[in-house]
């Protein structure tokens, strides 16, 4: 045990700071290169169309237009757009990089335009004419799934994606001998990840090196470079993929998209650096949505509140074109939809239908918010239908603190958790039973107040490499490398690609405790497919989880090499040594000592006669998890309802969270807070709106109602600490904790306030339209 | 389309240039001064990244043009820092975590910088209601919130 301060676990100020308060920091269309031109993307109108013809020359012809690329002059000249994910029996559609032949969203890329500035290359869109003849589209994945449906691949014999059942032949008769039976109809509505950086990409051809270099706004370099290297058919060692700095992403950017390859490839065409910025219109079209699910759901319990059975069947809205991981969504909707209760039965299906829409992907929660509804709305139900509270519903059925790991019926090994803990320090906070009584008290002078719970878990770190498929091109593995520089200098090369969670200042936190440098020593970099030797990128609530495990196995090796050639120069076993303030010392006698730079020193002047040993001071890990993890906690949203208007106002908000032991609480608590207005968004405001013909509705942010400011509660954090056995650190992982307890929380308080009305359900977003509406329908229309 | 003569203080610094009528100020900072500082978030005007200030007013670059600005002064977050000391915005942000991915940052000091100008003393609503014109998808708000407050106390004091 070191005698000197820790810094893990404090919550220090980060690192990252001053290049972006300054205005400093690179991001991708912050780049200029010499010679550089500027793509442009004519996109599709309508959702389902064939291309009759398409009429480039004006467009050509317009002084400063270098080159047009339409889908023919580029059919068979790179790969296609790959799907990562298998789901048995997909049916997967050719993903060109430019419309061939017909186009199947609204925004589909149609024609290329390179220009030699961003102004020219955007006026030449308007001088191209494409002919098309409008085709009916499928905007409703269960009407896409029908018979006598439009189809959205002319090839296929329907629109379904993938049909995976998982059947529990002790489904009917569970159901059958239930004393409650409760049936639900959810819509999950797409969201735009929206992140506040469009998607950009600059790409350079080194036609003398024959090496590309792709700077993109992405989450996952290493993967990025693999795929690339594919599609363009070059040798990977020959392709660098560098993220910048990248503005949020939130799941938008783990991905691969056709610019990607489009920008590239261009750039080898022409010889000319290349760079594609997005518009706020493009990318509300044409980057990926979240969520896009219908639930139907049915639950069974015993009079005394015990659930019996779970059967779910998932509408998955796929889009026209399956993106990197779009099966895997709902498929962890399936997986976790029980929850936090120990239910024996579950009977799952997940039918993944094409739309004429952009893909579905994995936004912030990718699936688990969707799941954590489910099981929070059954709970809510179950107690509604028993007359019981939900919180006894949910303490009858909470896997309890010693049933860990815990197997669900779905497979799944919960790592550990203690539901009560969480829950009752939740509703201790909100003081549930005085807001219960104020909450009648309040019903009789016709006011409305709602308390919302949801207790969640949810599945990330993701995660052990036999959970991808090869066509991901990587395991779920993590690595880092310590190198320590002749001057003592500590450099971390992390293959995770943070863009907001700060591992710069969390890492260095942790090779301060462990090797005893100072913090102003330490450099941690990330981005580069160029310096980091491998990687596998941020998402899924893995960075320091899976990036800071990898961080100390790799400080692990760096200290036993340090502890031996301490050990030899100050003749004591390397396992009574340890470091701090800028030593190796000894532990029963700390007054004996030498200097960590002396121990360098060592590496690689190398005189000091330290016998097997080669020169140098660095080390590599490769962190393969043996399970996922998972985190859980309990949200409480208070809100007030206005019967006149269906206004919706928080009273409090209040989020106690179990991530697991915690490095840095600042920015556990900035990830938290960041989740919890996503979710709140999806509660109240977000949704992405296609009318009948396909049409995208919300193609703007006057349309699409991201939270500003003023939207947002005031949020009270606590957390509990279950550490999980899982990783050394006992990490859980905290990226996307916030957004799966608050949409179901907040849906609850709003329900909950309503439920003297009568009112069962109101579709998200619970806009104030909506409620009044409900209110109404729910009084006779006696408004 | 025939290009204009425009003259710029730009933090301080003189600028002349000559641009098209149509180049939005943003581009003109970002392209043309190469002060990427100031971002673009949208073409609709609404999330606030490219705010500025200019002539002593908070305004969104993107939809000002260049030309409307000729013989104005501008600052941007590049011109807060003096003699290499942070403004107390910026450190109000740093100390109390107010940004995670950084891109909305610059916009939101900026219109930060108007509203502590107008409002020295404000309440946690003026500040939210102060900032309605800038987008975070980072951070939920609440620690911007705390950064606002942190320069406000400093800056009165």
Known sequence: ?783 | MPKTTITLTVNGQKYTNEVEPRLLLVHYLRDVLTLTGTHVGCETSLCGACTVVLNGQAVKSCTILAVQADGGEVLTVEGLEKDGKLHPLQDGFWEEHGLQCGYCTPGMIMASYQLLQRTPNPTDEQIRHGLEGNLCRCTGYQHIVKAVQHAAERMRS
């Open chain 1, 1 to 783: 045990m070191s005698i000197f301060p820790k810094l893990v676990g404090a919550r220090i100020k980060r690192r990252e700071d001053p290049r972006l308060i300054t205005g400093q920091a690179t991001y991708t269309d912050d780049l200029q290169l010499p010679g550089m031109l500027y793509l442009s993307i004519l996109r599709s109108i309508y959702a389902h169309a064939k291309i009759n013809s398409i009429d480039v020359l004006k467009a050509k012809q317009l002084a400063g237009v270098v080159a047009v690329f339409t889908g023919e002059d580029l059919k068979g000249k790179t790969g296609s757009i790959p799907c990562g994910a298998e789901a048995p029996g997909m049916k997967l559609p050719h993903h060109p990089l430019l419309a061939e032949g017909a186009v199947r969203y609204v925004g589909e890329p149609v024609v290329a335009v390179v220009a030699t500035s961003r102004y020219i290359a955007r006026d030449a869109l308007d001088l191209i004419e494409v002919d098309y003849d409008p085709l009916d589209p499928v905007v409703d994945p269960e009407q896409g799934a029908e018979a006598g449906s439009p189809i959205v691949h002319e090839g296929f014999a329907d629109n379904i994606f993938f049909r995976i059942p998982m059947a529990n032949p002790a489904i009917d008769q569970t159901l059958k001998e239930a004393d409650v039976v409760v049936k639900l109809r959810i819509v999950q509505q797409r969201l735009c990840p929206m992140a506040m950086e469009p998607r950009a990409v600059v790409a350079q051809w080194d036609r003398g090196s024959k090496q590309l270099t792709m700077w993109t706004s992405t989450q996952i370099p290493h993967l990025v470079r693999s795929q690339l290297a594919e599609a363009l058919h070059l040798p990977e060692n020959r392709v660098r993929v560098i993220a910048p700095e990248v503005g949020g992403s939130f799941g938008a950017k783990l991905n691969f998209y056709r610019e990607e390859v489009l920008a590239p490839y261009i750039a080898m065409q022409l010889g000319k650096p290349i760079k594609w910025t997005q518009t706020r219109r493009e990318d509300l079209a044409a980057t990926i949505h979240g969520r896009g699910q219908v639930n139907y759901v049915e639950a069974s319990a015993k009079k005394d509140g015990t659930i019996t059975a779970i059967k779910v069947k998932i509408f998955a809205d796929i889009g026209a074109y399956p993106q990197l991981y779009t099966p895997l969504i709902p498929a962890f909707t399936a997986l976790m939809s029980s929850g936090c209760y120990k239910v024996p039965v579950m009977d799952l299906e997940q039918i993944g239908v094409f739309t004429n829409k952009i893909a579905t992907d994995a936004y912030r929660g990718a699936g688990r918010p969707e799941a954590a509804f489910i099981a929070e709305r059954i709970v809510e139900e179950v107690a509604t239908a028993l007359h019981m509270d939900s919180t006894e519903v949910r303490r009858k059925n909470f896997i309890p603190k010693d049933g860990f790991p815990y197997f669900t019926p779905t497979g799944l090994a919960y790592d550990s958790g203690d539901y009560d803990a969480a829950f009752s320090k939740a509703l201790q906070i909100a003081d549930y039973d005085t807001l219960r009584k104020e909450q009648a008290a309040l019903r009789k002078q016709g006011k409305y107040l709602g308390i919302g719970i949801a207790s969640y878990v949810e599945i990330c770190g993701l995660g052990p490499s036999v959970l991808f498929s090869p066509k991901f091109k990587s395991g779920g593995w993590e690595s880092c490398t310590v190198r320590v520089d002749p001057s003592g200098n500590i450099t971390v090369l992390t293959g995770i690609s943070p863009h907001g969670q700060g591992q710069e200042t969390s890492f260095a936190q942790m090779v301060v405790d462990e090797l005893g440098v100072e913090i102003d020593n330490v450099m941690v970099l990330h981005g580069d497919t160029g310096i980091i030797q491998a990687g596998v990128g941020t998402f899924g609530s893995r960075g320091m989880a899976l990036g800071g495990t990898s961080l100390l196995m790799a400080l692990e090796k760096v200290k036993a090499k340090a502890r031996t050639i301490a050990s030899h120069m100050m003749e004591a076993p390397p396992e009574n040594l340890d470091f701090g303030d800028g030593k190796v010392y000894l532990k029963s006698d700390p007054s004996k000592f030498i200097l960590f730079q002396q121990v360098v020193d060592a590496a690689y002047n190398f005189k000091a006669g330290v016998p097997n040993i080669e020169p140098g001071l660095d080390a590599t890990s490769f962190y393969e998890p043996a399970n996922c993890l998972f985190p859980f906690g309990t949200h409480i949203a208070v809100v007030e309802v206005d019967a006149e208007t269906g206004a919706i106002q928080f009273r409090r908000y209040i989020a106690v969270d179990d991530c697991g032991n915690i490095v840095n609480p600042m920015l556990l608590e900035g990830q938290i807070h960041g989740g919890i207005a996503q979710g709140l968004a999806q509660a109240l405001y977000e949704e992405v709106v296609y009318d009948e013909n396909g049409q995208l509705l919300s193609g703007s942010l006057m349309d699409y109602a991201v939270p500003k400011a003023a939207m947002m509660p005031w949020l009270e954090l606590d957390n509990t600490v279950t550490p999980t056995p899982v990783n050394p650190l006992g990490v859980k992982g905290v990226g996307e904790a916030g957004t799966i307890g608050s949409t179901s929380a907040i849906f609850n308080a709003v329900l909950d306030a309503l439920a003297p009305l009568g009112i069962k359900h109101i579709d998200m977003p619970l806009r104030p339209e909506k409620v009044w509406r409900a209110i109404q329908d729910a009084k006779g229309g006696q408004g």
